[in-house]
């Protein structure tokens, strides 16, 4: 939404809350619907440019979503320290100042998508120590340092799908230790570090898709032991390691590693044959995964040329056995026509002996 759009709306609000007080009305933000018995606030897409002031405390939901909030500011939530529910997606959110959501201890859930946030502040998750479910996804971060997150102790489900995070801190999960679905679609990582997940035991689904991934370190995926879906599609793999999936020690984890630039050799063949060989690990779209190399592949589906592509390496390993054979046999008959020729002059000489 456009920043003079926001600036009209700023205007045209100022009034309704005076002429509340003045009326005596129960306290309600302008433009909102309050339910105080069951404790809802819904200020949803009502032109508000701020969090209202004016909210009754005690509630435990409160609807900010498509407004045009732009900034959220320190103790804009003062005394709603009953709340477990704030939504505020789509409310064009640059900036989240300092302590802005620190009163609220009892939070459980966040939505904060569809903003336009490009940093996270410090102390971001500063007692929000009962926030279990987080959105960020749709916004424009880059960066994941080792702090911002950090406080986010009961932490279920984070979503930080659709920003332009290209680089994560090896400790930016280090306290999230129950988390269950991290979903990191949609950015523009390049590797998946050693570490990186050292904290996520409990990890259940992993979505990596539509990153720029082209390695996975080897040791990347050893702690996890819940895993039950690793999301890999659309990224920039042309080779993985047997070893690097093997420490997978979960009961039964899907793979989806369709739409990435596979080099298909005899190797990828080997690797992927080998997966698909742990019972624990099942590539859900291998009949989906398409060569990009070599030339003479390009194009083809891996799971059609299979067995294919080692024949030539078996054949060229053919070829060296069988031309390693040849020449010992060569040498061993030279030697037995050798010797038996020299057999032949023996006797030869010596039935010449025997005439003189
Ligand atoms: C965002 O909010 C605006 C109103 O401010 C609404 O028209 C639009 O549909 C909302 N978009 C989404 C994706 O919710
Ligand atoms: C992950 O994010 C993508 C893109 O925002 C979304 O479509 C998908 O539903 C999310 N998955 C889960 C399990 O939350
Ligand atoms: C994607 O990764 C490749 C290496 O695989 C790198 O050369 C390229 O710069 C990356 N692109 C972006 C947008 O990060
Ligand atoms: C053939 O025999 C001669 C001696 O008669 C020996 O010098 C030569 O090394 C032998 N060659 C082979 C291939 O065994």
């Known amino acids: 939404m456009p920043v003079s759009g926001c600036t009209m709306l700023a205007v045209m609000l100022l009034l309704p809350p005076l002429l509340d007080a003045m009326l005596g009305l129960k306290l309600c933000p302008s433009h909102c619907l309050c339910d105080e018995p069951s404790g809802l606030v819904d ?12 909210v ?9 979503s498509g407004n045009c909030l732009t900034e959220v500011h320190t103790r804009s939530f003062v005394g709603l ?5 704030l939504l505020m997606s789509n409310s064009s959110i640059q900036t989240l100042q300092p302590q802005c959501l620190s009163s609220l201890q009892f939070l459980e859930r966040l939505d904060l998508s ?13 007692r929000l120590s009962s926030l279990q479910e987080l959105q960020l996804d749709h916004n424009l971060l880059q960066h994941l340092d080792s702090t911002s997150l950090g406080d986010f ?42 570490g990186v997940l050292s904290r996520q035991q409990r990890l259940e689904v992993l979505l990596l898709g539509h990153n720029n991934i082209s390695l996975i370190e ?15 599609k659309g990224n920039q793999l042309e080779h993985i390691r047997f070893k690097t999936f093997l420490k997978l020690q979960t009961t039964s984890t899907h793979l989806q590693m369709s739409f990435n630039p596979w080099t298909c050799d005899c190797e990828l063949q080997r ?15 291998y009949k989906d995964m398409v060569c990009h190399a070599p030339l003479q592949q390009a194009g083809s589906f891996l799971a059609s040329l ?28 030279k030697a037995e026509h050798n010797r038996s020729k020299n057999k032949q002059t023996a006797s030869d000489t010596d039935s010449e002996r025997q005439e003189r």
Request: overall charge positive; proline content about 4%.
């Open 153 to 194: 102790e009961s932490l279920r489900k984070l979503d930080l799908s659709y920003n332009r995070i290209r680089a994560m801190d090896v400790g930016a999960f280090s306290r999230l230790s129950r988390l269950s679905l991290l979903n990191l679609t949609g950015n523009g990582l390049n590797v998946l570090k050693d």
């Open 43 to 54: 200020c949803r897409a009502v032109g508000l440019v701020r969090v209202p002031p004016n």
């Open 306 to 333: 299979d067995s294919q592509l080692c024949i030539a390496e078996t054949a060229s390993e053919l070829v060296i056995t069988i031309t390693v054979m040849l020449a010992v046999i060569g040498t061993l008959i």
């Open 218 to 232: 080897t040791q990347a995926l050893a702690p996890l032991r819940s895993l039950t879906l690793f999301g890999l």
């Open 114 to 126: 569809f903003n336009r946030l490009r940093w996270l502040p410090q102390d971001f998750s500063q």
């Open 271 to 285: 690797v992927f044959s080998k997966i698909r060989h742990v019972r624990h690990l099942h590539v859900d779209d």
């Open 81 to 85: 320290w009953s709340l477990k529910i």
């Open 56 to 64: 009754p405390h005690g509630i435990w939901l409160l609807d900010l």
